[in-house]
């Protein structure tokens, strides 16, 4: 009900810049009142954000997360690949260079920089969005939003408080998040999440992964290579269900 009007931009995306802007509805007169705004700020928002901006759109960007990029740039695929990548040398390192003729001595992990150098190549890229959104003027509204009417966003801040915003057109990117499993309590400490395992303050000795899915496999694979006893639990017939069956 709430979705923008596709066809709106589909037909902006053959025009120049120049003769976009003029066919923009901005009937608005508050500062908090725009042509677009989008909800979330993953892969899908920042670059619908950025795109309706670059068209002539006073655009906005609503998101409730500390920090842009959603949950692939912050908790997922960028964090996740960035272990990948360098538990990948510490492995080639300690089982791969004996058999290339390399002997390599005392060697160890530091797994505080470790998770450093994963942290640094998160703020990297996220800082980039953020640097994309000031160059193509995407206000960015930090905070949680509902539908308080067709045109208008009520937004709680992080602080508790409410504010709104006004728009012609709303694009909903908010994506998702994990589901429990019945009678688990998530603590993030000795029963985590994917976004735990991303955090965590030590290499365990031992680790269940429940779900040999990507995630599961991607971060089972960073911890066993750091030496952790790994065991993954899928209630499919295969690891990896969902890829190809030549893969799994």
Same mark, same amino acid.
């Given at each position: ?43 899908? &928002?920042? =670059? ?57 001595? &005392? ?20 800082? /980039? #969005?953020?640097?994309?959104? *000031? ?59 994917? =976004? ?13 992964? #429940?779900?040999?899915?990507?995630? /599961?496999?991607?971060? &089972? ?5 750091? /030496?952790? *006893? ?19």
């Amino acid at each position: 009900m709430f979705l923008t009007k596709s066809v709106n931009y589909l037909n902006l995306r053959t025009l120049s810049g120049n003769r976009i802007a003029p066919l923009l509805s901005r009937f608005y007169s508050s500062p908090t009142e725009y042509d677009t705004v989008v909800i979330g700020a993953g892969p899908g &928002g920042y =670059t619908a954000a950025i795109k309706s901006a670059q068209f002539g759109a006073k655009t906005a960007c609503v998101e409730m997360g500390n920090t842009l990029g959603g949950t692939c740039l912050n908790v997922g695929c960028i964090p996740s690949k960035s272990l990948l990548h360098n538990t990948h040398y510490y492995s080639e390192a300690k089982n791969g260079f004996k058999k290339r003729g390399i002997e390599v001595e &005392g060697l160890s992990v530091n797994f505080k920089q470790l998770m450093k150098a994963k942290d640094d190549a998160v703020r990297k890229l996220t800082g /980039g #969005i953020e640097y994309l959104f *000031k160059k193509n003027k995407v206000d960015w509204v930090k905070g949680k939003a509902s539908f308080a009417s067709p045109n208008e966003l009520s937004i709680t801040n992080a602080d508790g408080s409410q504010s709104s915003i006004k728009a012609k057109n709303f694009i909903i990117a908010t994506g998702s998040v994990s589901s429990d499993l019945p009678g688990i309590e998530v603590d993030e400490k000795q029963i985590v999440s994917s =976004t735990g395992a991303l955090a965590l303050e030590k290499i365990p000795k031992s680790m269940v992964v #429940i779900g040999a899915g990507v995630i /599961g496999l991607e971060l &089972g694979s960073v911890y066993s290579r750091l /030496g952790s *006893k790994v065991t993954a639990v899928e209630f499919l017939p295969e690891i990896g269900a969902g890829m190809d069956s030549e893969i799994s």
